[in-house]
């Protein structure tokens, strides 16, 4: 295999049936960017592409990294991210206001953003150590439920209610995937499909409530909170199946379509690409995560499976989660769509999450190397 | 009791081996169901872009759309020679629309900061955004200078529910002097825009007419707005034009006044409450018809202010009432060559002569002539020119009020006419069955008596004066018209005798250029000669004022009619002076406008004199009187309420306004009846015979 082409070795077995299509993808979210600011690569657009190739270079040499660094990590970084946490929270009481970021100097950075892949790497570590028996135990179920609480508890008092889910979901795919009982699921499913509606007209905030009811009949209030997935809805489907083309965008160009950039940029790019667009978005997604299940499913060992399922897991919630809002499946919550979103955390998580999954990857063509 | 938790925690043989299969298990049911969203919002995608396509393309277009009403340019309204009365100036303006505000006192803030405006202006404009409907329209500023315009324009991003707009304002070069006879324009009340729903009513910037000829012609003067299709940004902000259709402009109004002569005899009138009508008395046409004072027209477009209504309503001259039309005012000695008419007509010969002794006895009173050393032997004419009481009192009694009062309604008094106007008090001509009906009481003599001299019951307007000269001037039935352009048709003949007119125009011409009660009101021109008669009227008893001096309000009116030249008569005249004290104040307005009419010049040079004396033109002499009140009261003025200003504006109730009372007691106005019982010798009053009365002390009716 070596040597039996002209292209190095480093660059030869990266993954790029994956690679190419998310490299498409990132361009056409540089296009829209460009286009949303009004035909001009600032301030989105250059920072967007050149965002896209410094993290692709940090997932690169993350996928260098070993196996034992990453079972080594787990638990510090964990520690370190629930540090950092605590941090903003006190920062935003002594500056008198909610913050939910430190700034770096070149970019702001959320801490909760971080979590979302560290509470997958942990819970992998967490699993892997755990003996198997114990997996159907008490003990399979208290501690990994303390860890995900503790990050989400933080979060949530920020308060940001999307990231807090994220980080839940995340968690919780990786215990299902670690095989805890069906029961308990199906058990905590039921309990919420009950108990949803009681919290619902007794623990929410009226104003929460609305959200709820807006999500629900968005036209019922055009001017107020269903005004985003109106002007939304109404941004794809002014679309058609070709688009507006590129430029033409009337809603997001006029400023109808709110967060035009960042979380309802894919409103903004099924306006000018019309469905084929939207279909091209999918498609590339359904590339990279099935890619990413493949890989998982491929691992030679426990945390290495669970570690890969878990990062494909947290992209698809941002995915799942962003489309839907924007089509008017689910309420507005701020999650940004991986890849297209202008937005330098994103991009990070998202590509700590390919990073991951590419070194997982690597592990699987060398069963027993690195182990 | 122990508890064996083992029974919640069965335990499963769980081995690596199981949980790779459980792995691989699970793995592809969260595979299938992502994919199964996928599946979804690709279904989704679809839905929204091709099943429901249409739709949201529309809503996509009428987002980006924004259809603008262009307020039509309001038609012209000219005079007979094409000078325009009313016309419209471009400009720049800025409007508030309540509803689209968030902030209303920041807005209003910043606006006065930018706009510079006066701690007045800015009362005013919470004046009218309190009484606004919030979807309608609030005027902040018109007429503004490119600089402040484009101030205010860049900074409408941040003031939303601002609207600046290019556009057209109603101009009325004349200012005060056409106030009455044209109107003015506003924004379109609530109660307006209930009844014509026309969505141009609340387009920023539009203005309906609100009094006068603008009200009666809105139809006509409004057009059609145009429209303006442009791109507008989510804030309002216009991207860019799409097209634009033109409005069409309002109709033009031709009048037949004459704006010369409009201007003149409002300037002319001076610092007197008074009205001036001037008519051609061969067609009808109207080519003057002002009341003074007035107010300003371009000042009421944007409303009218605590100030301006505090100093309008300050002014006893009740410069909101329009008192050719409303104002009813006993016509005095004026209708003595109408008068006349009808005795010549019941067969009474012009010769036939009455010894004037300053006095007659009617019944137990006696009713003095102006004249108290008295006249002498007075014939028709001499009863004319010199006004004299006696001759009519005596000769009424002979031929009855009927005929008199019948040549009254046929010289026009007493009726309305069919003008584009909104309102004419047509006042009353009396005789025996009106006062029947009205009073449940019988005619008596007396009444009769009175209404020859023009009291008592009598009341005209300043118009059928007008209308009266110009049918005795023409002998023909002359309708008044104000609208130009209709097809010129000879008035029919009133059917009086060629003769009996003759015979009244020269005693009228007497007044003036022979030796009649008026010889200053002859024209200054050896070839054109006028003719006229004097009135004065009483206000109040003589028991209250002597009509000459004292009160204001006490003093008599002055009367004035006349024609010109009076061998080929072709403009009538009527002037009345409220409280002028007498003819005296009447006849120079009525002989200098005649002057201007036959001589611009010499008219206005005049007019210049006289101007200089009374401070200046009606416009600098309002506009001084506002600086003055602005001055004194500032922005202490008490607020209008809209109802109040509705009534005062469009009401205006003509003589039943307390300002001017009117003696219209049963009894005779003039005599006293203790001067009768001073009068022994006055007692043959059975004999309609003259009588050799003495002077009295009081007297009645008193033209000059």
Request: glycine share 10%; aromatic share 8%; charged share 20%.
């Amino acid at each position: 295999m070596m040597g039996r082409s002209i292209v190095p070795e480093a660059i030869a077995r990266q993954p790029w049936h994956m690679l190419v299509p998310l490299t498409g993808l990132v361009s056409l979210g540089a296009a829209v960017l460009y286009s949303a600011a009004g035909g001009s690569l600032q301030p989105y657009a250059l920072s967007h592409v050149v965002r896209f190739f410094i993290f692709l270079v940090m997932a690169i040499v993350i996928s260098r990294i070993s196996r034992d660094f990453f079972r080594m990590a787990a638990y510090p970084v964990y520690g370190a991210i629930v540090v950092l946490l605590v941090l903003v929270e006190a920062i935003g009481a002594v500056g008198g206001g909610s913050q939910r970021w430190l700034n770096l100097g070149f970019m702001t950075l959320q801490p909760s953003e971080l979590m979302k892949p560290a509470i997958v790497l942990v819970l992998a570590r967490f699993y892997e150590t755990l003996p198997h028996a114990m997996t159907a135990s008490w003990r399979g179920l208290v501690p990994a439920g303390v860890l995900i609480g503790i990050p989400a508890l933080f979060v949530m008092i920020q308060p940001d209610l999307g990231t807090a889910l994220a980080i839940c979901f995340g968690g919780v795919v990786t215990m299902f995937l670690a095989g805890l009982p069906l029961s308990w699921f199906i058990g905590a499913g039921l309990t919420a499909a009950i108990a949803a509606p009681i919290a619902f007209f007794t623990l929410l905030h009226d104003y929460q409530r609305n959200r709820v009811l807006v999500f629900l009949d968005p036209e019922s209030d055009p001017l107020g909170t269903g005004y985003h997935i109106t002007q939304s809805k109404i941004a794809i489907g002014s679309g058609g199946f070709l688009g507006k083309g590129f430029g033409n965008g009337s809603q997001s160009h006029l400023q109808y379509l709110p967060e035009s950039h960042t979380d309802f940029v894919f409103a903004t790019m099924a306006e000018e690409w019309g469905m084929l667009g939207g279909l091209f978005v999918l498609c590339v997604f359904a590339i990279v995560l099935s890619w990413g299940l493949r890989v998982a499913r491929k691992a030679p060992d426990r945390f290495s499976s669970l570690l890969a399922a878990g990062m494909a897991a947290t992209v698809f919630f941002y995915v799942a989660i962003n489309l839907m809002m924007v089509m008017g499946l689910a309420p507005v919550v701020g999650i940004p769509l991986p890849f297209m979103s202008h937005g330098g955390t994103s991009m990070l998580t998202n590509m700590i999450c390919l990073g991951t999954l590419m070194a997982v990857n690597r592990w699987n063509r060398r069963p027993g190397s690195l182990a | 009791m122990k508890i064996n938790f083992k029974r919640f925690f069965p335990q499963r043989h769980v081995s690596a081996g199981t949980l790779r299969n459980s792995f691989d298990r699970r793995s592809l049911v969260v595979g299938s169901i992502q994919g199964g969203i996928g599946v979804l919002l690709a279904a989704r995608l679809g839905y929204l872009s091709i099943a429901q396509n249409a739709k949201y393309e529309l809503q996509a277009e009428s987002n980006r759309v924004n259809l603008s009403l262009i307020p039509p340019r309001r038609g012209w309204i000219m005079d007979r020679n094409g000078t325009p009365l009313a016309s419209n100036r471009a400009d720049f303006r800025v409007d508030l629309i309540p509803e689209r505000v968030q902030d209303i006192p920041h807005t209003i803030q910043t606006l006065g900061k930018l706009l510079s405006l006066t701690p007045i202006a800015m009362q005013d404009l919470e004046d009218k955004l309190e009484r606004a409907r919030r979807f309608a329209p609030v005027e902040v500023a018109s007429g503004l200078d490119w600089d402040t315009f484009a101030a205010v324009s860049v900074r409408l991003p941040d003031l939303p529910g601002v609207v600046t707009q290019r556009g057209f304002s109603r101009f009325y070069p004349l200012g005060p002097s056409v106030g009455h006879l044209i109107g003015y324009v506003g924004p379109a009340s609530a109660e307006e825009y209930e009844k014509d729903r026309d969505p141009v009513l609340i387009t920023p910037g539009y203005k309906v007419g609100k009094d006068a000829l603008e009200k009666f012609y809105e139809k006509d003067l409004r057009g059609k707005p145009g429209a303006r299709r442009v791109e507008v940004t989510a804030s309002g902000r216009i991207v860019r034009d799409l097209d634009t259709r033109e409005d069409v402009p309002g109709k033009t109004l031709k009048l037949t006044i004459d704006a010369g002569i409009q201007e003149y005899a409002s300037r002319r009138i001076g610092p007197e409450s008074a009205a001036v009508v001037v008519m051609d008395c061969q067609t009808g046409d109207i080519l003057a018809m002002c009341s003074m004072p007035s107010f300003d027209p371009n000042s009421f477009s944007d409303g009218i202010g605590r100030l301006e209504w505090k100093m309008l309503s300050d002014d006893d001259h009740v410069p909101l009432r329009n008192k050719v039309l409303r104002g009813l005012y006993p016509p005095g000695s004026t209708v003595k060559p109408m008068v006349a008419l009808s005795f010549m007509e019941a067969g009474l010969d012009p010769n036939e002569s009455v010894f004037c002794g300053g006095g007659l006895r009617v019944g137990n009173r006696v009713f003095h002539c102006w004249n108290r050393r008295g006249h002498g032997s007075v014939n028709m004419a001499k009863g004319i020119y010199q006004s004299c009481d006696v001759y009519f009192y005596h000769f009424a009694q002979r031929i009855g009020m009927d005929p008199i009062a019948a040549m009254a309604s046929r010289l026009g008094l007493g009726h309305d006419f069919p003008l584009p106007v909104s309102g004419q008090s047509y006042g009353t001509v009396p005789n025996p069955a009106w006062k029947l009906k009205k009073y449940g009481k019988e005619w008596q003599t007396f009444d009769t008596v009175n209404a020859t001299i023009g009291q008592g019951y009598f009341l005209v307007n300043p118009l059928q004066q007008a209308i009266q000269a110009s049918r005795i001037a023409s002998g023909r039935v002359i309708m008044p018209r104000l609208v130009h352009g209709h097809e010129q048709k000879v008035a029919p003949s009133l059917g009086i005798s060629a003769e009996h007119l003759a015979y009244v125009r020269q005693a009228m011409s007497d007044v003036a250029n022979g030796p009649g009660s008026a010889p200053h009101s002859r024209l200054p021109f050896p070839d054109i000669k006028l003719a006229g008669k004097t009135g004065t009227a009483q206000v109040v008893g003589l028991n209250v004022g002597s009509g000459k001096g004292g009160l204001w309000k006490h003093r008599d009116h002055g009367h004035f009619i006349c024609f010109a030249p009076f061998d080929n008569p072709r403009y009538a005249c009527s002037v009345v002076v409220e409280h002028g004290g007498g003819s005296g104040a009447a006849y120079p307005i009525a002989r200098d406008v005649l002057t201007y009419v036959f001589d611009k010049q010499k008219g206005m040079d005049i007019l210049t004199e006289l101007e200089q004396k009374w401070g200046g033109t009606p416009k600098e002499r309002l506009e001084a009187r506002y600086r003055t009140y602005s001055a004194q009261y500032g922005v202490g003025a008490p607020a209008v309420s809209p109802e109040e200003e509705n009534r005062k504006i469009q009401g205006a109730e003509g003589a039943q306004d307390p300002a001017q009372p009117i003696v219209r007691e049963a009894a005779s106005p003039a005599p006293e009846p203790d001067a009768a019982e001073r009068q022994p010798s006055a007692t043959q009053t059975t004999s309609p015979a003259p009588t050799p009365a003495v002077t009295a002390p009081n007297t009645g009716g008193n033209p000059q």
